[in-house]
């Protein structure tokens, strides 16, 4: 199950940059529960960080850090997705560009991960942790920036489908 696992990561990583990357209806329930599961996920990331900070050095540091540069990606998002305003509603286009940098940074920090927990495991001390020096913390960085883009990204959508909804209301009543 783990082979496969590791032969499918490839092909999951492209199917998810191509719907990434794909034109979208903004569904208002739908762009809330993102953002709720997006927000949800940093949080608990960042907590798990922050309690794990004891076994893996700088964990909570380089994940706020992550966090930080995920923000800047979601605002950078956000400017430069296109937005489509049509009788059905308000429909967006991620940049393609970003999506891509993104899904290649996180590649290869999942590859870059494995490969450094098993030079770790494999050339670590007796009596020194191997998860200390495995690079964890970094994995956790790459983490924390991908849900900080998409929280990000997710409440500037929503934002944008109610501006959209009270400019329409507004319409009809003049």
């Known amino acids: 199950m783990i082979i496969l696992s590791v032969v499918m990561l490839p092909l999951s990583i492209a199917m998810r940059f191509r719907a990434s990357s ?13 953002l709720v599961a997006s927000l ?20 909570f540091r380089y994940s706020l850090m992550g966090s930080a540069v995920g923000f800047a990606c979601g605002f950078a998002g956000l400017a430069s997705s296109r937005w489509e305003i049509t009788p059905q509603g308000l429909h967006y286009t991620p940049n393609r560009w970003l999506i891509l940098i993104i899904t290649l940074v ?3 920090r ?3 991960g494995f490969w450094r927990m098993w030079q770790a495991w494999q050339t670590t ?6 998860l200390a020096v495995s690079g964890a913390a970094g994995s956790m960085a790459a983490g924390a920036a991908v849900l900080g ?6 409440a500037g959508v929503q934002r944008k489908v109610r501006r959209q909804r009270s400019s329409t ?6």
Request: positive net charge; proline residues 4%; glycine residues 8%.
């Open 40 to 59: 949800l996920s940093l949080t608990v990331l960042l907590v798990t960080a922050a309690v794990s900070n004891g076994w893996i050095p700088n964990a």
């Open 22 to 34: 794909t034109r979208r209806r903004a569904w208002g329930w739908l762009i809330s529960l993102n």
């Open 110 to 112: 999942i590859f870059y």
């Open 106 to 108: 996180v590649t290869a």
């Open 125 to 130: 001390p007796a009596g020194q942790s191997w």
């Open 169 to 174: 209301r507004a319409g009809r009543f003049s």
């Open 149 to 154: 883009y998409y929280a990000i990204y997710w």
